[in-house]
């Protein structure tokens, strides 16, 4: 029985799961900073990635560039992120 | 510095002189039907709601109930989320489903600020403690932790039988908020009377509720003074300085930040602890495998806090409307069931197993929007640090009597009796 309507006040639930890394484009990663709340998933599961600012938000380390051969870590931070602040972006 | 008068005697009278709340007619005794009649304070409930709030999710995901003086229970994280964000139209004002309702002047402040306040309030009150909450902050408590931990093992002797919740899990989140709040460590047998009165005492006649809350508050306050005595470093003395709009806080403010600090720290990380203790037991493929690859141990830890999310929160409707097709009025509660929503087969595949390698675990543990857990970090350092000197020094154990685990009545589910073998 299908019990999983659209939830449109945050888009990006439901099921998902860490994307295969597209070797070829620069990947570039963003936080939300409307959506983080600080539960902090990013920086325990990518710390060279993500960091804590002084009240635990989450901030980006560098200027957000994936180095190449991190993609993966960075879709993990994307698809266990409970709000949803965080998005990985492929630029060609 | 001027003598501090906020605390004096007539504190209490000024608590007691406001609006009055609203109670509603106590209603015990089986449920005839969980989709009309619920109720989490019944023993069907904390043996195993999960088979309820699965049965509730295909054939009535809100759920209502006349208890209480009405209530509602939604069992879709799509539900559970939308209601977690939408402050607007869900008070927080009251968190603990009961059968009193604080005065709608308390609102945005509430009891115990910030997890009772509401928008605009709640920002401040939280930005005032989230320094201390951070990872980095409370990892300063992880060496002192882990010692703890090991230190209850070594108390575990020749036994071959222990219990992991009262010998080990409840100790370790009351040493470590005592230290936090400055609170002497040898009072923690009275932290837990706290927390029982406070969560368990639901359905007790009122008089009797007053009466235990306030000996909560009577030994707050007590620490209070201590500390304007000695001021020292740790967040009680830190509350009492501390100043919001260019005032020092209200006393209200102040003991009931630290009434949260106590409460909400203590039964909930006990409960996971206790929780992840009873699976591994009962499960020895997955108890194999942690001793065996202890670097698995941080993920495996979120599947225990997404399976057996230790806490649910309850929301106040602040005006009469239909809701997803629920009718609902001004003040009934929602019992925001983040545990509900953690088994939803529509957000997680395999919703109902334990898969400790699961590599997406986007649960709601720790609550979802502006309220998510103040205290995550602290938990989760104290969650993993328990299991891996657990794991450590007791790789071989087992449920000694799967018919003596009992649980935790309420909106705290934990183990409360966990007799283990150990050897």
């Known amino acids: ?92 | 510095m001027a003598a501090d008068d906020r605390f004096t005697e007539g504190y209490r009278d000024r608590r007691e002189d406001g609006p009055v709340g609203t109670r509603s007619e106590i209603i015990t005794g089986p449920v005839s039907d969980w989709a009309t009649d619920f109720s989490h304070l019944e023993p069907e409930w904390s043996a195993d709601p999960y088979p309820i709030q699965d049965d509730l999710r295909q054939r009535c995901p809100i759920a209502y109930t006349g208890r209480f003086g009405g209530g509602w229970l939604p069992t879709r994280y799509e539900d559970v989320s939308a209601i977690a964000y939408d402050t607007e139209r869900f008070s927080s004002r009251a968190i603990i489903m009961s059968n009193f309702r604080p005065p709608r002047e308390l609102a945005p402040v509430g009891g115990s600020p910030p997890i009772t306040s509401d928008p605009p309030f709640h920002h401040d009150a939280r930005k005032l403690l989230l320094p201390a909450f951070t990872k980095r902050a409370v990892a300063k408590q992880e060496p002192a932790t882990r010692a703890f931990c090991h230190s209850l093992i070594d108390g575990f002797g020749g036994q071959d039988v222990v219990d992991a919740a009262t010998d080990y899990a409840q100790h370790i989140p009351v040493r470590v908020i005592a230290d936090m709040l400055g609170f002497p460590p040898e009072h923690g047998p009275q932290f837990r009377e706290f927390v029982e009165d406070l969560l368990e005492g639901i359905n007790l006649p009122p008089d009797d509720r007053v009466a235990r809350v306030s000996r909560l508050f009577d030994y707050l306050l007590a620490q209070v003074h201590e500390h304007l005595g000695q001021p020292r470093a740790d967040l009680t003395t830190y509350l009492i300085n501390a100043e919001l709009y260019g005032h020092r806080l209200d006393p209200q403010h102040v003991v009931g930040t630290m009434a949260l600090l106590l409460i909400a720290g203590i039964d909930t990380t006990w409960s996971a602890i206790g929780a992840s203790l009873w699976h591994l037991a009962k499960i020895p493929g997955d108890r194999q495998r942690l001793v065996a690859e202890p670097g698995l141990l941080p993920t495996a830890a979120e599947e225990f806090l997404r399976a057996y999310a230790p806490v649910t929160m309850a929301r106040l409707v602040k005006a009469d409307m239909n809701w997803h097709g629920a009718d609902m009025k001004a003040d009934d509660w929602i019992l925001l069931s983040f545990p509900a929503a953690n088994r939803d087969p529509a957000q997680f595949d395999r919703a109902g197993e334990v898969v400790i390698d699961r590599e997406v675990n986007r649960h709601a543990a720790f609550g979802l929007g502006i309220h998510r857990c103040l205290g995550s970090h602290l938990a989760r350092m104290e969650l993993r640090t328990a299991l891996e000197a657990w794991l450590e020094r007791i790789p071989e154990f087992s449920l000694e009597d799967p018919s003596a685990v009992t649980w935790s009545v309420g909106q705290i589910r934990g183990p409360r009796a966990l007799p283990l073998r150990i050897r």
């Open chain 1, 1 to 92: 029985m299908a019990t999983g309507p659209v939830r449109p006040a945050h888009p990006g639930g439901g099921r998902d799961r860490p994307r295969p890394a597209d070797r070829k484009n620069a990947v570039k990663v963003q936080i939300s900073s409307e959506r983080c709340q600080g539960h902090g998933r990013c920086y325990d599961l990518v710390p060279d990635l993500f960091g804590e600012d002084d009240e635990g938000y989450s901030r980006l380390l560098g200027d957000g560039t994936v180095p190449p051969g991190h993609e993966r870590e960075a879709r993990l931070a994307e698809s266990n992120c409970p709000e949803h602040a965080i998005e990985v972006l492929e630029e060609s």
